[in-house]
């Protein structure tokens, strides 16, 4: 292999741009190809990151020669189908989260690239960055104490949603899928594999339902048991997710409580736009 590692990426969404935007800042990362089933779309992207080739079709990209590892950053449907071509092509395999739709589609994922000795990933960043290693470290350590539950919580507002294939069930969309994943992600982190888990109900917004929540979701896992905890303290670790269209986004449980509090490297603080504003009270007197 080269001094960098030549990439290429498969769609060309907004999440594309991003990794395109990071790749060509990076000091071993070299972008060299691009594709989409939409030639137009893959020219224009390439000329906006300054990559050398587009091709109309995925296929064509991975019977490359000058790419390496690819990027799969389309429909969350479409992960499995195309990590194991990109795999069985001899390419090592970066995956947007989430990986697969099901336990089955990852395990032959994963199968794939061991019969092949190419290394497949998925995307979760934040578990790369500087910040969620020193988390992980001082919670090791024990500096919060004993941990005996993680609540996580993940929204944000959109007002696109017509053609937004985070709200098309039929190709993997909705809460849990596509930010549920990283409270999912995040408490394993922590607290390793759940002994069993449940969703405590889960809901998608139908299109002409403008004002209503997007989608909802709100599963729940629990670990083994601490020997050292007092019965009454051995608590089910919860997360949820809620996407929404709503001017405001809040946690589940809406009163704040007191302890520690992780804020991971993908949320960003609530902007005070996001805010609605309270309705001003009109003077008596004529103003």
């Known amino acids: 292999m080269d001094a960098y590692l030549r990439w290429g990426i498969l769609g060309t969404g907004n999440i594309a741009k991003q990794f395109a935007a990071g790749v060509a ?4 990362g070299q972008l060299t190809a691009v594709a989409s089933r939409d030639l137009g779309k893959a020219k224009s992207f390439a000329g906006s990151f300054e990559i050398p080739a587009a091709v109309g079709s995925y296929d064509a990209l991975l019977a490359r020669h000058d790419v390496d590892a690819v990027y799969v ?3 969350n449907a479409m992960h499995h189908q195309w990590t194991i071509a990109a795999l069985k092509a001899g390419k090592h395999v970066l995956c947007e989260k989430p990986f697969s739709v099901t336990h089955a589609e990852a395990q032959e994922m994963f199968d ?4 092949a000795g190419r290394v497949v990933m998925e995307a979760f960043m934040y578990r790369c960055h500087p910040q969620t290693l020193a988390v992980r470290k001082e919670v090791a350590a024990g500096t919060i104490g004993e941990l005996l539950q993680v609540r996580t919580s993940f929204c944000y507002r959109t007002t696109k949603v017509e053609g937004n294939v985070r709200f098309d069930p039929a190709l993997a969309g909705g809460a849990l899928m596509d930010v549920g994943c990283y409270c999912l992600s995040f408490s394993r982190l922590l607290l390793g594999e759940p002994t069993d888990g ?3 109900g889960a809901c998608m917004r139908p299109a002409w339902m403008i004002s209503a929540p997007a989608g909802c979701a709100s599963p729940a896992m629990r670990w ?6 007092p019965a009454s303290r051995r608590t089910t670790p919860r997360t949820s997710a809620e996407p929404t269209d709503t001017s405001r986004c809040r946690s589940p449980g809406s009163r704040r409580r007191p302890g520690a509090s992780i804020r991971l490297p993908t949320q960003r603080r609530r902007s005070r736009t996001m805010r609605p504003e309270k309705p001003r009270r009109r003077r008596r007197g004529g103003r």
């Not at 800042?25 to 071993?28: D, G, H, I, Q, W």
């Not at 794939?112 to 019969?115: G, I, K």
């Open 73 to 75: 950053s389309l429909p």
């Open 224 to 229: 083994p048991a601490s020997p050292a905890a």
């Open 112 to 115: 794939a690239a061991e019969r």
């Open 198 to 200: 449940r969703s405590r």
């Open 25 to 28: 800042a990076s000091e071993r």
